[in-house]
């Protein structure tokens, strides 16, 4: 059974920093996507940043310079490094990773707080 699961998320002053983990397990598949996706209240859920598997990172227009996107193999977790957050940033975080099987999964998702 494929895990994901997250953490790191809390409330955070306008400027800060915040680095959200996602740890997988369960798969004995090798990863082809995986990604951070945000949604707001009343919002829909948006892609925040993925690397396809072999790529480069890519980045919302939003978060360009500020977020950074990186995984650790040995420690099967993905990282999000979240620097100057601003209150639109606030939202509840979701990873998300997409095996070569095809086959997707979600994590449990984070509440990411940005005070002004």
């Known amino acids: 059974q494929v895990q994901l699961v997250e953490s790191g998320g809390g409330l955070v002053q306008a400027g800060g920093s915040l680095r959200l983990s996602c740890a997988d397990s369960g798969s004995i598949f090798s990863i082809n996507t995986m990604g951070w996706y945000r949604q707001a209240p009343g919002k829909q859920r948006e892609l925040v940043a993925n690397i396809i598997s072999g790529g480069s990172a890519n980045y919302a227009d939003s978060v360009k310079g500020r977020f950074t996107i990186s995984r650790d193999s040995a420690k099967n977790t993905m990282y999000l490094q979240m620097n100057s957050l601003k209150p639109e940033d606030a939202a509840v975080y979701y990873c998300?990773?997409?095996?070569?099987?095809?086959?997707?999964?979600w994590g449990q998702g984070t509440q990411v707080t940005v005070s002004s």
């Open positions: 998300n990773v997409i095996y070569t099987t095809g086959r997707g999964y």
